[in-house]
Each structure stands twice: as C-alpha cells, then as structure tokens.
C-alpha cells in the first residue's frame, strides 16, 4: 500500500541517506536483488547510458575542430636540397675570350635550403628563408671555383583590405569556436533529456510496483473472501451464486496482478537499459527494487520560472550562439566585397666566398695586345697554337699566360662556405631589400555579392529562429508549471478518494463481520479501493515526473541534482 503524506519525510529521508551513501556499480546491480534511489540511477545512467556515451563524442569533436582550425597558424618549416648538372652550349666571343674552352660550359651546383613561412592572425604571411649554393663552372665569367652563394630573405605581406582581421583562417577559428559553445549547449540540453529519461523509467518502475503491492493485497484480500463465502455456503447461509461470484473475483484479482507484474517486467528493463548495459540474460536474472512515488511540495512561481528558463535553458543559449554566428558569417562575408589591397616588404642578405681561378682571364690583354705565345685569336675567338703548334687547355691558357702580380684581381670574399654566412651576418655583405603593393578587384564581383546577401538572409533566419526558440521556452514553462500544479491537486484529490475509499470498505467489512453485508459487496468496495490506489500510484508517479519536466523546461534540472556538465563533458575526454 502507499504510504501516506505521513510517511513522505521518511521517504524523503531515506532518498537522502541513499545519496551520500556509496555510489553503486553495474557489478552490485544486474544478477542482484537491490533496492536503489533515483539519484543512484542517475549516476549509474550518466555513467553507463549508451546514448549518452554517443553524444559525449559531439563536444570532443567540437574541441578537436577548434584545434584544427587553429593549426591554420602554426608556422611551416620546410627543407630542400637540389643537386643539378647543367651543360649549356655556347657560341659567345665573350666566353671564349675570357677563356671558356670548348663548345660548351658545365655547371655542377649543390643547393641547400631551409626555412620558416606562415600565416599570423587577422592576416599578414611571412617567410624567412636560408639557402646556399656550392657551384663548380667551366665558365670563364665565373672567377671561383668552387662559388659559394649564401642568401637569407625575410618578406611579410600585410592585407589592408580584403582579410584585414577578416581572413579564411581567422574566421574559421572564430567559427569553430562558436561551435564548440553550440556543441556545449546541445550536449547540456541531451544530458537534460537522459537525466529526465532516467528519472522517468524509475518512477514508472515504482509505480509498477507499487500497483503490482496493491493488487497482490487485493488478490489476497479476494480469496480470504472466498474462503469467507465457502464457509457460509457450507453452513448453508448464501447460495452458490454467491461462491461463483467470489470466485470470479479472484480470478479478476489474478487478471489484474499478473498484468501489474508484467508492467514490473516491461518498466525494469526499460531503467536498466537507461541506465546500464546489460546483457540478454541481465535482464531475467536482476531484480531492481525502488522507492515508493512519495509527495513533496514543490511551490512554483510561472515568471519566476520563465526568468529561470530565459537564463538557463541551453536551447535559448544555443540559438543565440547561432545568431552571433550568422553575424560573423555577414561581416566576413561583407570584408570579402572589399578590393584587396596588400602592401609588402622584403629583406634580403647575401654573402659570397669560393676559391679564385689561378689567373683570371679579364686581364689577359694588359697592354690591349693578344699574347703571341698562347692566346686567344681575336678573329676566331679560338686559342692559339703555342710555339711547338699544340693547342693547350683552359688549364694550360691560365698558367701559360704571363700576367705582372700587381694587376691580378683579388675578390677577397673568403674560401670556405662559413665565409660566406659570415659575410652577411657581420654586416660586411650585400644587402637588399623591396616594397611591393598589390590592388585587385574582380569587375562586377557578383560572387562576393551573393554570398553577402545570402548571409544577410541566414542572419534574418537564425533571428527569427531565437525569437520562436523563445516562444517556445515560454510555452514549455507555462505548460509544465500548469502540468506541475494539476498533478498536485490530482495527488491530493486521489488520496482524498482513496482515503475515502478504505474507509468506506472497513466499514463494509465490519458490516460483514456483523452480518449486514456480503463477500460479494466487500468485493466491489475492495474494488474501488484498488481503483482509488491505482489513481494515487498515477498521480504521485505522474507528480514526480512533473517536477523532472518543470526542472527541464526551466533549464535547472542538472543543477538541482548536482550535476558538473564539465565533468561529464570530460568524461568523454579521457579516452582521446
């Protein structure tokens, strides 16, 4: 049997106890016989629920797409090596007269490179870069073999237009970020929805229960009737209608315990699986016990409930996150109108060092006169026969030719790969540097044009979705504080009637006691006192989910059941 209003603070402690109590394991549920409370479900619920572990992804994604978006930042290093072989015909009197041989020049060059380049928020790009080349030429213009080249050039571009502030990367992050708060609040609003689902399948569970207690004491109270009826019959003070009856209500009493039993059956497992994985056989093998549906008042004010969902609500917060992002999406789309204007400005450093060739060629004519041993003929541009008529090699050119020290050249940048960086790095090298402006504007741009007004229209759009969000917000509350406030005065009526209803079965039990009555009349008050039980377990099962529904619909029902959306958003975390 219920228990009275009396007993409510029992209840209600004993709920309390339960909670500070230790925390259950699926372990000490399923194969057990266990008796748990509503706020031992939700845990185990928040914990195990599978719908629940499903949307735990949806914040962690959201994070992870922040991260990505953000990675549009992280600088580039880059490396490259290149060896090449170049063999370039030649048919020049300039190479031949500084003493290229042959019909061609070879070049063999190592290149190393290596550098850093990127992209900053609001939009400048940059890039810094090293390289070094080591070159061995057959040329006659090149005075070093081998030439070492060393450059570093550091450029930034800086958008003053078009991707000022407003650049592909910047936007993204700022998007992503946005829907990472959306994601935020989706997740908050389903964690409502899977607390209310628990809280839910426990109270139709007690109810179950409680109803299936009611009828097993009507299905006694209806044989010690029959008992009561074959006894008189035998005495031979009713008739046999009178045992038929009593029988029929028996069989009525089984009728209504075995469908109150299966209901047990249908609502335990629909909480075990809100609130746990069980296996096939979990379910046969588990006996989840609950507490009585007991009443609590729970005084409610509608506008101090529509402030609270206004404040509160995740759906509300996350039409406004999506109004704040159609915002963005409209001023992105409108700096993409603009003409793009970038300025620019590069730095570059370039050192230079190799060993000279033994006597250059440019001083092969220090008098303006061809030498007339071994030179070149300045009609055929070809090298003349020495005096035993052999023609030498480029080799033999550069050692045979007789040129006074004091007009040799000498570069003085070095021999060594290090001499080159040096040169630069101590301020001794060649510097360079450039600024550069771009202006582009594609004519008629209607691109840019369409992709703004279709923004200006999504804007539009997510403002009339929050206006109607908050209609709606409006109504949920309105609807659950009336919903709330009905099932209190149906608990208060129904344990009126029921009171009413033991009462007057007492009374006709007192009057079959004393002979004024009959079985057949105890039965039918026996049965309005277990329609009258019935009616109580509904308003009270259907009081508890009432106050679930209000704490939903106000946006406080995590909350007031002490529950970290951080914590939980986390728990989904752990395993990345």
Same mark, same amino acid.
């Not at 600088?75 to 020049?92: D, R």
């Not at 592909?168 to 607390?195: A, C, H, M, N």
């Not at 628990?198 to 009611?214: F, G, H, K, N, Q």
């Not at 109108?337 to 220090?366: I, W």
């Given at each position: 049997?219920?228990?009275?209003?009396?007993?409510?603070?029992?209840?209600?402690?004993?709920?309390?106890?339960?909670?500070?109590?230790?925390?259950?394991?699926?372990?000490?549920?399923?194969?057990?016989?266990?008796?748990?409370?509503?706020?031992?479900?939700?845990?185990?619920?928040? +914990?195990?629920?599978?719908?629940?572990?499903?949307?735990?992804?949806?914040?962690?994604?959201?994070?992870?797409?922040?991260?990505?978006?953000?990675?549009?930042?992280?600088?580039?290093?880059?490396?490259?090596?290149?060896?090449?072989?170049?063999?370039?015909?030649?048919?020049?009197?300039?190479?031949? &007269?500084?003493?290229?041989?042959?019909?061609?020049?070879?070049?063999?060059?190592?290149?190393?490179?290596?550098?850093?380049?990127?992209?900053?928020?609001?939009?400048?790009i940059y890039s810094s870069g090293y390289t070094l080349q080591d070159l061995s030429s057959t040329s006659?213009?090149?005075?070093?073999?081998?030439?070492?080249?060393?450059?570093?050039?550091?450029?930034?571009?800086?958008?003053?237009?078009?991707?000022?502030?407003?650049?592909?990367?910047?936007?993204?992050?700022?998007?992503?970020?946005?829907?990472?708060?959306?994601?935020?609040?989706? &997740?908050?609003?389903?964690?409502?929805?899977?607390?209310?689902?628990?809280?839910?399948?426990?109270?139709?569970?007690?109810?179950? !229960?409680?109803?299936?207690?009611?009828?097993?004491?009507?299905?006694?109270?209806?044989?010690?009737?029959?008992?009561?009826?074959?006894?008189?019959?035998?005495?031979?003070?009713?008739?046999?209608?009178?045992?038929?009856?009593?029988?029929?209500?028996?069989?009525?009493?089984?009728?209504?315990?075995?469908?109150?039993?299966?209901?047990?059956?249908?609502?335990?497992?629909?909480?075990?699986?809100?609130?746990?994985?069980?296996?096939?056989?979990?379910?046969?093998?588990?006996?989840?016990?609950?507490?009585?549906?007991?009443?609590?008042?729970?005084?409610?004010?509608?506008?101090?409930?529509? +402030?609270?969902?206004?404040?509160?609500?995740?759906?509300?917060?996350?039409?406004?996150?999506?109004?704040?992002?159609?915002?963005?999406?409209?001023?992105?789309?409108?700096?993409?109108?603009?003409?793009?204007?970038?300025?620019?400005?590069?730095?570059?450093?370039?050192?230079?060092?190799?060993?000279?060739?033994?006597?250059?060629?440019?001083?092969?004519?220090?008098?303006?006169?061809?030498?007339?041993?071994?030179?070149?003929?300045?009609?055929?541009?070809?090298?003349?026969?020495?005096?035993?008529?052999?023609?030498?090699?480029?080799?033999?050119?550069? +050692?045979?030719?007789?040129?006074?020290?004091?007009?040799?050249?000498?570069?003085?940048?070095?021999?060594?790969?290090?001499?080159?960086?040096?040169?630069?790095?101590?301020?001794?090298?060649?510097?360079?540097?450039?600024?550069?402006?771009? &202006?582009?504007?594609?004519?008629?741009?209607?691109?840019?044009?369409?992709?703004?007004?279709?923004?200006?229209?999504?804007?539009?759009r997510a403002k009339t979705a929050l206006a109607r969000e908050n209609q709606n917000v409006v109504l949920?509350?309105?609807?659950?504080?009336?919903?709330?406030?009905?099932?209190?005065?149906?608990?208060?009526?129904?344990?009126?009637?029921?009171?009413a209803s033991a009462e007057t079965l007492h009374a006709e039990q007192e009057r079959l006691r004393l002979?004024?009555?009959?079985?057949?009349?105890?039965?039918?008050?026996?049965?309005? &006192?277990?329609?009258?039980?019935?009616?109580?377990?509904?308003?009270?099962?259907?009081? !508890?989910?009432?106050?679930?529904?209000?704490?939903?619909?106000?946006?406080?029902?995590?909350?007031?059941?002490?529950?970290?959306?951080?914590?939980?958003?986390?728990?989904?975390?752990?395993?990345?």
């Amino acid at each position: 049997m219920i228990r009275t209003r009396g007993m409510t603070l029992v209840c209600a402690a004993a709920i309390a106890r339960a909670a500070a109590g230790q925390e259950l394991q699926p372990g000490d549920v399923l194969g057990h016989d266990v008796e748990i409370t509503v706020q031992q479900a939700v845990a185990l619920g928040l +914990e195990n629920n599978l719908n629940l572990q499903i949307i735990r992804n949806d914040p962690a994604t959201a994070r992870e797409r922040v991260r990505e978006a953000q990675g549009a930042f992280n600088p580039n290093a880059s490396g490259n090596y290149l060896q090449n072989h170049v063999e370039t015909p030649i048919a020049s009197n300039l190479q031949a &007269f500084f003493g290229t041989v042959g019909d061609r020049t070879e070049d063999n060059s190592k290149t190393y490179g290596a550098g850093l380049n990127g992209i900053l928020p609001y939009g400048p790009i940059y890039s810094s870069g090293y390289t070094l080349q080591d070159l061995s030429s057959t040329s006659g213009l090149i005075s070093l073999k081998p030439q070492y080249t060393a450059n570093w050039t550091t450029g930034l571009t800086i958008p003053l237009l078009r991707d000022l502030y407003w650049d592909t990367p910047d936007y993204l992050v700022r998007r992503s970020k946005l829907d990472q708060e959306i994601s935020d609040e989706v &997740f908050r609003s389903q964690l409502e929805d899977g607390v209310t689902l628990v809280e839910t399948a426990y109270w139709d569970l007690s109810a179950s !229960r409680a109803l299936e207690v009611a009828t097993q004491q009507a299905l006694d109270t209806a044989h010690e009737l029959l008992d009561q009826t074959n006894v008189q019959y035998q005495v031979g003070t009713v008739s046999k209608v009178l045992v038929t009856q009593a029988e029929a209500t028996v069989a009525q009493r089984e009728s209504d315990h075995i469908i109150a039993l299966n209901s047990v059956r249908r609502s335990q497992d629909t909480l075990l699986t809100a609130m746990l994985v069980p296996d096939i056989n979990d379910y046969s093998n588990t006996n989840v016990r609950t507490l009585d549906p007991s009443f609590t008042d729970y005084p409610v004010d509608v506008n101090a409930a529509v +402030e609270k969902a206004r404040a509160n609500r995740p759906e509300l917060v996350s039409a406004e996150k999506q109004v704040e992002q159609a915002e963005m999406a409209e001023k992105w789309s409108w700096n993409q109108k603009l003409p793009a204007l970038d300025v620019g400005a590069s730095y570059t450093m370039e050192g230079l060092s190799g060993s000279q060739k033994t006597k250059p060629g440019v001083v092969l004519f220090p008098n303006g006169q061809p030498q007339p041993s071994l030179g070149i003929n300045p009609v055929t541009s070809t090298l003349n026969p020495g005096p035993d008529g052999i023609i030498g090699t480029a080799d033999d050119f550069y +050692e045979n030719i007789n040129v006074p020290a004091a007009v040799q050249p000498n570069f003085g940048f070095g021999r060594t790969p290090a001499a080159a960086n040096s040169s630069f790095l101590d301020g001794h090298g060649f510097h360079s540097w450039a600024f550069t402006a771009t &202006f582009n504007y594609p004519i008629g741009n209607d691109t840019a044009d369409s992709r703004y007004v279709q923004r200006k229209i999504d804007l539009r759009r997510a403002k009339t979705a929050l206006a109607r969000e908050n209609q709606n917000v409006v109504l949920d509350v309105r609807s659950a504080v009336r919903e709330l406030q009905s099932s209190s005065d149906a608990v208060k009526a129904a344990e009126r009637a029921r009171i009413a209803s033991a009462e007057t079965l007492h009374a006709e039990q007192e009057r079959l006691r004393l002979g004024d009555s009959t079985p057949h009349n105890v039965s039918l008050f026996q049965d309005d &006192f277990l329609q009258a039980q019935g009616r109580e377990i509904t308003a009270l099962r259907n009081y !508890r989910v009432a106050i679930s529904a209000l704490e939903r619909a106000q946006g406080t029902l995590l909350e007031a059941r002490g529950i970290s959306v951080e914590e939980e958003r986390e728990r989904g975390m752990e395993q990345y």
